[in-house]
């Protein structure tokens, strides 16, 4: 994808996988690098690692130390993302005979095929009169209803991607995302289904270019690769997708990168300010956030203002009224990530162990491929590093010494940056006006997430990026943000 041609229409073509696809297609590698090698017994070194990211503690309270300073609702607005772009599916055989047989379910493209799945059409068991999503049992709590449901198998959702019912939370903001589908219908007597669905696209898709992005990876890092003008957007310096003309995902992105919301979830949540904090995972399936088919209680709805600050919220005069912050990102996961169900177990390792399978390079390679000084090993901390007891990764096995895995390095990276920023600021002769978003990542991991996401947004010739007339959102005021796009459901539900 050549750098500056997002306004032109990208048809078919000849290409890596042959075509392009509309319905999802396969991965590809950002960079023609070497699999990492992490000394010749990997995977106890691995399972090693893995247990010193889990934090042993999983305290209910606000932590200054873990807080960031992104409220919580944008964890799972990731995950969101994450689960509209990426869905891989393989048998055993099929990744025992080739690491790199992994087909995208998902289309490539910022399009919500995770909430309208293949449409009214083929699916019309997720409408009503082929325009209206159905939505099921509204909660206790004003504005929020649960996903529709079937009663056998009990508790199964309706909806285009399972995925987004593994927890609460995702679960209910996928359930806004179908209020706002129908308050769109509501509002606009006489368009069309696709009206309505591009519609909804480009307000999420302004979301997700506007405040998601710059929030993770800095405004400084997307003013370098995109110049706004008069309401249109032109590339620049987007280097990675040249040598791969049809929309896919990156494999680092997808299995190292993007996976960031991890280190993010806390161990714990308040759902609302009638219900005690839940934890994030727990073995008695009552009090767990762990979703999939199960009863869904009418008093869990959730208050969005305890995880976003809405536009109109009342004051925050009593501890339950807190905004709940998302956890830095740093190389530790909260300890109930380390319980998941069996066929996950421990998060981080399985993380890990997926990027051995698929032979992703490491950290360290990847930096000097995109012009960066690596992080010295001293400097890759493993553990609780907020409460300054992180752990060099090369003292936990040898095999790490200059070889990161390069999840663990995008974490361990973001932290090193944050420390950095934080010096530069308390090293200022004057007082630093931040009016730009400060970045949550380090150089590497903004790097392939804002080339992934851009690159996405300009291979489809119908985003935002790709519009003949600018785009102003329509649900709610400026700036429109995930904030505004929570609320603008909430006022919309039926």
Aim: glycine letters at 8%.
């Amino acid at each position: 994808m050549p750098d500056g041609t997002h306004s032109k229409s990208i048809g078919p073509r000849r290409g890596y996988h042959g075509h392009q696809s509309a319905v999802g297609g396969r991965y590809f590698r950002m960079f023609e690098l070497p699999g990492a090698e992490f000394g010749e017994n990997p995977e106890p070194a691995l399972a090693a690692l893995a247990a010193r990211m889990i934090l042993t503690e999983a305290p209910e309270a606000p932590s200054p130390t873990q807080d960031s300073e992104l409220p919580s609702a944008y964890t799972y607005f990731g995950q969101f993302v994450a689960h509209d772009l990426t869905f891989q599916v393989t048998t055993t055989h099929e990744r025992e005979l080739d690491a790199d047989y992994l087909f995208d379910y998902r289309t490539p493209r910022f399009d919500l095929d995770c909430l309208y799945g293949r449409g009214p059409a083929d699916q019309p068991y997720f409408f009503a009169d082929g325009m209206r999503f159905l939505q099921g049992t509204p909660f206790a709590q004003d504005g929020v209803s649960d996903l529709p449901r079937v009663v056998r198998p009990a508790g199964v959702a309706l909806i285009g991607d399972p995925r987004n019912d593994d927890n609460v939370i995702t679960s209910q903001l996928h359930g806004l995302f179908l209020a706002l589908h129908n308050r769109i219908v509501d509002e606009n007597p006489g368009w069309s289904f696709s009206e309505v669905q591009q519609a909804l696209r480009l307000h999420y898709q302004y979301v997700v270019l506007e405040d998601l992005l710059p929030r993770l990876v800095g405004t400084q890092l997307v003013e370098e690769l995109m110049l706004r003008q008069d309401g249109r957007y032109r590339l620049r310096g987007i280097s990675r997708f040249r040598r791969h003309p049809d929309p896919a995902i990156p494999l680092e992105f997808s299995v190292a990168a993007f996976r960031l919301g991890h280190s993010m979830v806390r161990p714990s949540y308040r759902l609302n300010r009638a219900l005690p904090a839940f934890p994030t995972v727990h073995e008695e399936r009552v009090k767990t956030l762990v979703g999939f088919p199960k009863p869904m209680f009418r008093s869990w709805g959730i208050e969005w203002d305890l995880f976003v600050d809405l536009p109109g919220a009342p004051p925050r005069e009593l501890t339950r009224d807190r905004l709940q912050m998302a956890y830095k990102i740093d190389a530790c996961l909260a300890n109930p990530l380390s319980k998941l169900p069996p066929f996950v177990g421990n998060l981080a390792k399985a993380n890990l162990m997926k990027g051995l399978m698929l032979q992703l390079p490491s950290g360290q390679a990847v930096a000097r491929e995109l012009g960066y000084e690596p992080l010295a090993d001293e400097q890759i901390l493993i553990g609780n590093v907020s409460e300054g007891q992180g752990q060099p990764i090369a003292e936990l096995d040898p095999g790490f010494r200059e070889s990161c895995p390069l999840w663990v390095y995008v974490l361990a990276e973001a932290h090193a940056a944050r420390e950095r920023d934080r010096k530069v600021t308390e090293a200022a002769a004057a007082p630093v006006v931040k009016k730009q978003h400060q970045r949550q990542l380090g150089d590497v991991g903004g790097r392939i997430v804002a080339e992934t996401f851009l690159s996405l947004l300009a291979a489809d010739e119908s985003s935002l990026l790709n519009l003949r007339e600018p785009f102003e959102p329509f649900l709610g005021p400026a700036p429109f943000d995930l904030a505004a796009l929570i609320a603008a459901a909430l006022r919309g539900r039926a």
